[in-house]
């Protein structure tokens, strides 16, 4: 997520779907009675995980604690895979390979839930101390990992095929998928056949909510060096105020998402960093922008990239300033679920959670690297989230009241119970939509 943050996966190659129909009811009272057993396991895993975060590429204690539920269970571990990585694989006869996701890291940024379990842990974040806090939900997701993974052992005789349990490092940075895979992730361990992806969203608990096509957003990285000519504030004139130029161009630029591009095609272009300059009478040399453009088609996406650069040229030409340094980087692909897979695993949603399982018509407009796997060769993936906050409260902000706290904000307090049994449930039972037999 962040960016935004957002989730937990699965993936299938050219297998079939299973050749009898899953027995979802059968399946869910089994799934309900396992749960009934390890809830309080799963609770204690994600209070630690909760009150412990470590930042992205540095968790090394995370990844420790994953690995040895692993191993316990049976799985075949190896860690330090693409950094603080962990790879869990677990054989069981012929059939799909599936890839099971989750992601390690937390952000740099103080907890203020005053939850008993809340995090108080601090460490170095670009040079200064800082805070951290698991509030993305990807503590919720491990738990959740660990449940199914749990639970799909424990129901080995009604399925048959490959686990790759994979604990990710660096979502939050949007590298690490990226890190796994130059390590030859599927070069060294089963390549998967399916792909399931899970977050947390502000809905109601116990909702598992789902959408065909595009779900998450392309993400660009842009850093824009304007440069001018340094002087004294009095004397504006002698100098060529970058800025001023940088001024100019954070109000233009917003033309680009709303003249340019078509309105009925998603984009957004923010920018959320300025520096530049020393003192309230020196005009510097210099200014540093840095931002985002997130969209979901390529065509807009490649508006966007190239209408951010001509508009920064253009204000740069304007004021007789030098030709700025653009550098625009690829963060992420938009995580695009497969139309066919979706409306399997629907089905079976549908069916285990009732008017729970909902349907979603809008975008996510945060990005997630989830989407580098499936670049990387999974031929059917799908990436659904589910809800953490009590109904009443969901309700009541959709009638007006106080809005739930968003992905990110310091008073990010998902709903444990029925959060982390919803997050087992719904990704068991679709493990079992493709395995199952």
Not at 130 to 148: E, K, N, R, Y
Not at 332 to 353: G, I, K, P
Not at 398 to 404: E, I, S, W
Request: with cysteine.
């Amino acid at each position: 997520m962040i960016s935004r943050c957002i989730g937990f996966a699965l993936v299938v190659s050219a297998w079939a779907w299973p050749s009898q129909a899953l027995d979802v009811s059968a399946a869910v009272g089994q799934v309900d009675r396992m749960l009934d057993r390890i809830y309080p396991d799963l609770f204690r895993l994600y209070a630690d995980l909760h009150a412990h975060p470590e930042l992205s590429g540095q968790e090394t204690r995370t990844a420790g604690l994953l690995a040895a539920q692993m191993r316990e269970l049976g799985f075949t571990v190896t860690e330090r895979v693409g950094g603080t990585g962990v790879v869990a694989v677990f054989g069981n006869g012929v059939g799909p390979t599936v890839m099971v996701r989750t992601e390690l890291d937390g952000l740099p940024m103080e907890e203020k839930t005053g939850l008993p379990y809340a995090s108080r842990a601090q460490a170095n974040y670009n040079g200064k101390a800082s805070f951290l806090a698991h509030s993305c939900g990807h503590d919720l997701h491990m738990a959740a990992w660990v449940g199914t993974a749990r639970t799909i052992v424990a129901m080995k005789d009604g399925w048959s095929g490959t686990l790759v349990f994979i604990a990710q490092p660096a979502e939050e940075t949007l590298t690490g998928a990226a890190a796994m895979l130059d390590d030859e992730l599927f070069e060294r361990f089963p390549k998967p056949d399916y792909a399931f992806a899970l977050h947390t969203g502000p809905y109601a608990a116990g909702q598992v909510v789902y959408r065909p096509g595009a779900l998450t957003s392309n993400a660009d990285s842009v850093e824009i060096v304007f440069k001018g000519r340094g002087g004294h504030g009095s004397s504006p004139h002698t100098a060529i105020d970058p800025v001023l130029i940088a001024g100019r161009f954070l109000v233009e630029v917003q033309s680009v998402a709303s003249r340019d591009k078509n309105p009925q095609q998603p984009g957004v272009v923010t920018f959320g960093y300025i520096q530049g300059g020393t003192a309230a009478n020196i005009i510097p040399d210099e200014v540093t922008i840095r931002g985002t453009i997130r969209s979901y088609r390529p065509d807009v996406r490649a508006q966007l990239r190239a209408g951010v650069e001509r508009v920064a040229r253009a204000s740069s030409l304007m004021a007789g300033a030098p030709e700025p340094r653009i550098a625009i980087t690829d963060g992420s692909d938009s995580v695009v679920n497969d139309a066919e897979l979706t409306e399997q695993t629907a089905a079976v949603f549908r069916q285990a959670f009732g008017e729970q399982a909902v349907p979603k018509e809008d975008y996510i407009t945060a990005s997630e690297d989830f989407s580098k796997y499936v670049g990387a060769g999974v031929p059917r993936s799908l990436f659904f989230e589910i809800g953490i906050y009590e109904p009443s409260r969901v309700q009541a902000a959709r009638n007006g009241g106080p809005a739930v706290p968003f992905n990110h904000s310091p008073f990010y307090a998902p709903v444990p119970e029925p959060t982390i049994r919803t997050g087992v449930k719904a990704m068991t039972l679709a493990v079992l939509g493709v395995v199952g037999h």
